[in-house]
């Protein structure tokens, strides 16, 4: 691992936080790997859990499918399956993986030790967490990888975990979040409905294209803004 830098938040999103975007946002954000602090965009966080199969074969499918169209992946390091989203999304292009850890840059102690080395040689990792601060901050992780996020996949989530709080920050802050169609399958999922009802959308098969577009559609909307302000 090169040397864990900091960067600001204003850097990372390319532009002052503004409105709900400014409580979410650490003053400072620490980071490793070539990519640099410069977060490739669009940036579409896949997210997770339990790690059953079948949805570890959704988080595959979506990471290849959006790595192979061009946005990055992000995830957080902590969860099995965004772990997945993260390792197929740098098999399938380079560059193209961002991981957020809840512990320090140079913690090799915890989660995924090879994909922290990966990343930091082939990606992006960041942290809210300072150097030597070695206090997990899961919460923290979540809040930053969904203010970083142009949009957030969800695939699987018990209703109670990191999962579904980065699902609700990013429809607070305004991102759209999309969630694999077979969480409605499941009775007992009220998370998936939950979500739906507070703005997010279902995602099968056809719809990374739509996604996509839509980002680019967005994108293309704040760039008119920006230029007109």
Avoid at 24 to 40: E, F, H, K, T
Avoid at 71 to 77: D, L, N, Q, S
């Amino acid at each position: 691992m090169g040397p864990v830098r900091a960067v600001s938040i204003e850097a990372l999103l390319g532009r002052r936080p503004s409105g709900r975007e400014a409580e979410a946002a650490p003053d400072i954000v620490w980071w490793d790997g070539p990519l640099g602090p410069a977060v490739v965009r669009p940036l579409v966080a896949v997210v997770g859990s339990p790690e059953t199969p079948s949805a570890l074969a959704a988080t595959s499918w979506a990471a290849r499918s959006l790595a192979a169209r061009g946005p990055a992946v992000a995830g957080c390091t902590f969860r099995p399956l965004d772990r997945a989203a993260l390792h197929v999304a740098m098999a399938t292009r380079e560059l193209s993986a961002v991981g957020i850890s809840p512990s320090p840059v140079q913690d090799l102690a915890g989660d995924d030790p090879f994909l922290r080395m990966a990343l930091s040689e082939a990606g992006l990792l960041l942290s809210p967490s300072p150097p030597l601060d070695y206090r997990v901050d899961a919460a923290a992780a979540d809040s930053l990888l969904a203010l970083l996020a142009d949009a957030v996949v969800v695939v699987s989530s018990t209703g109670r975990d990191g999962a579904t709080a980065a699902a609700r920050t990013a429809l607070r802050l305004g991102r759209p979040v999309w969630v694999w169609k077979d969480a409605f399958e499941d009775p007992g999922a009220d998370w998936a409905r939950a979500l739906e009802g507070e703005g997010a959308r279902r995602l099968d098969v056809r719809g990374v294209d739509l996604l996509i577009a839509e980002l680019a559609r967005r994108r293309f909307r704040s760039s008119i803004i920006n230029n007109n302000t």
